[in-house]
Structures are given as C-alpha cells and as structure tokens.
C-alpha cells in the first residue's frame, strides 16, 4: 500500500479523501489542514464519508513530511496564492513525495512553464528525489488527453474545438467566481482571469501539449473575449445575489494558430444563470454544466460529458474527475523515474480493482 496524504480539504480536498479511500493501492495516512477549526476532525468526516477512517487533521506539516509519506495529494487551491502553493509542492517533493495537484497552471505543461515556476520544482525532485504531476479537468484531461484521443479516430483533422460550458451558480468559491472570473461586478471591472495574456498562461500549456502531440507548429496564441450583463437579478444557493446590469456571462477562446487559421480552440462560456447570453452554446440537455470536444473534419466527431457528484452537482463533478485522473496516477507514478511529468506522459489506465468495489 502507497501511504498517501491529502493537503487541503476543500472543494477538492474532500473529494481527494474519499478517492485515497477507494483507491486499491493506496493507504491515507495524513490529512493536512490550514483551518485551525478543522485540527482534530476525522478524515471520514471532513471527506464527508460517513464514517470515521481513524485519520485526524493536522496543520503540523513538518511532522507530516517527516514521516516520509510515498505520496501527496495537494489540494489547496494556487489561483489566489501561487507563491505559496509552489513554496508547499516544492516542500513536499523535496521530502521525496510523489505529488499530484490540479493548483499551478503553468506547470501543466512543464516544457511551456516560465522558469520561475519550473526550476524551483526541477531543484527540489534533485534534491529530494519525488516528482510532480499537475493536471486538472479544464485545464486538464478536458482539453488534452480526450481531444488526443479522438483525434486519432479520425481520417483528417481540420479544427479541434474544447469546450467547457457551466453555470457557475453550482460553484461553491465565492472569491474566484465575483473576483478572478467577475460575475456580479460593473461591466467595467476587470477581473484577472479576463485580463490580456491571463486566459493564455492558464490554457496556453493545454494548446501548446495538443500541438507537439500532434506534430504541427504553432504561428502563435491568440486571445478571443466577450462579456454579457445580466437583464435581472438573480439569486445563486451558495453566493447570493447578482445584481441586473452587473457581469452575468462570460465567452473567451484560447486560439492555436496553424498556417494562419486557429486549429486548436480552447473556449469557455461561462454563466451565473441559464438566463444570461442564452444565444450562447449550452450544455445538450440543458444542464448545470459539461465539457465538450468538437474534431472538425472527416468524419466530424462531437463528444460531451457530463459528470455529477453530490447530489447530481456537476461542479463537484468535473472536480472528482480531476481527483480521479490524479489520484489514479499515484501508484504509476511511485513506479517510475522522479521527474517532472504532464498528461501526455502519464497514461490514463483502466479502473484496476475498482468495477464494482463498494466506498470503504
């Protein structure tokens, strides 16, 4: 059994417990948390299992590390705080860990990562002999493995087109949703994850993946954007009101450009409410959300997924999706070389000795 530690407790976090759980070769044997209330509390409980795992919270990292745990699930989130997210991996694979995380952008696609981020991981895996894999859903297997994938079932590939269609409504992160992303501010606010270059240093990783995978060079990225206002206030069950004629929609497009032409799309339409931008694309049976590749081409190839986790919330979905691509890869990666790898190097397996398996 591979002793694996879980670090945060979030949105992810809890989701991460419970996939540590049901994992066939892995073993939870630490649950780091940063909130003073969370100290003490049983893993089971805060990975909302219902049931005790024996496994108490702690906030010591130092003895956490000290232990020399094989693996680290990090689950805290890196969109606010980078710096200290790469200071915690960087921590963690130093101590000779296998790390998976879905925090830290940039280090999806390592090759295309600026140095600031990619040379303090390179030093800690030499020093300390763990390694990194940070992936996600989009960005992650959404907008590389699956494009991949169905790309080769087909005879020529003109344009591949990923989509991530959701109401954010279903999202409980009330700080990335009104401020990184700027739903419910003035139409003239600027929010950071709209600003110029933003939209690239997340998903430019992604595109630049699919185009050395598929063998063609990009002229370039580009950046597409609109914004939409809503018409009515609207209320959300998690974050309360947004008002009418604040920011209700938002429509962007990361373009790969071949010869000229984008070939490689990442786009996200985005929504506080089904109501706003309605001309805009939506999910196929007019659900909360869902991930979509479109291969433009001969044949043409269209392929949406929708997932659902608790209570039928695609939010808590797509995130136990990511969980499920990371945690999956642990006992590949104890397997293999220290290093630091990305999706394209780490192979999506078979669910080995989990069909049928109920939760622990």
């Excluded at 693996?71 to 200071?87: F, I, K, N």
């Excluded at 997924?305 to 104890?334: F, H, K, Q, Y």
Aim: glycine share 12%; proline share 7%.
């Amino acid at each position: 059994m591979i002793s694996t530690v879980v670090w945060g407790t979030g949105n992810v976090g809890r989701l991460a417990i419970r996939a540590v759980e049901a994992h066939p070769a892995l073993k939870l044997t630490a649950v780091i948390v940063h909130n003073p209330a969370k100290v003490g509390r049983d893993a089971g409980e805060l990975g909302r299992l219902g049931r005790p795992l024996g496994v108490a919270a702690t906030d010591d990292i130092d003895a956490v590390l000290a232990a020399g745990p094989r693996a680290v699930v990090y689950a805290a989130s890196g969109d606010v705080r980078p710096d200290d997210a790469l200071a915690d991996i960087t921590r963690a694979v130093r101590s000779g860990a296998v790390v998976v995380s879905p925090a830290l952008y940039p280090l999806y696609d390592h090759r295309s990562a600026p140095p600031e981020f990619r040379d303090p991981v390179l030093a800690a895996i030499a020093e300390g002999g763990g390694s990194l894999f940070a992936s996600g859903v989009d960005p992650g297997w959404g907008n590389d493995v699956l494009p991949l994938l169905l790309s080769g079932l087909g005879t020529t590939v003109d344009v591949i087109r990923c989509q991530e269609i959701f109401d954010y409504s279903t999202y409980d992160q009330q700080d990335s949703v009104r401020y990184l992303i700027g739903m419910g501010q003035p139409m003239d606010f600027e929010p950071m994850m709209l600003l110029p270059s933003i939209p690239t240093m997340v998903w430019g990783g992604q595109v630049r993946m699919m185009a050395r995978a598929l063998g063609v060079e990009l002229d370039e990225i580009r950046e597409t954007l609109e914004r939409r206002a809503l018409d009515t206030t609207v209320t959300t069950r998690t974050m309360g009101e947004f008002e009418a004629g604040t920011q209700g929609a938002v429509r962007f497009e990361v373009q790969g450009i071949v010869e000229g032409e984008p070939r490689i799309v990442i786009e996200h339409v985005t929504r506080i409410h089904a109501s706003c931008a309605p001309d805009w694309p939506s999910p196929p049976d007019g659900g909360d959300g869902a991930h979509r590749v479109v291969i433009e081409g001969r044949p043409r190839i269209e392929v949406t997924i929708e997932a659902t986790d608790e209570g039928e919330n695609r939010s808590a979905g797509g995130n136990a999706t990511a969980v499920g691509r990371l945690v999956g890869a642990i006992d590949w990666l104890a397997e293999a070389e220290p290093g630091l790898y990305d999706a394209l190097d780490v192979p999506i397996r078979p669910a080995v000795g989990k069909l049928g398996r109920k939760q622990p």
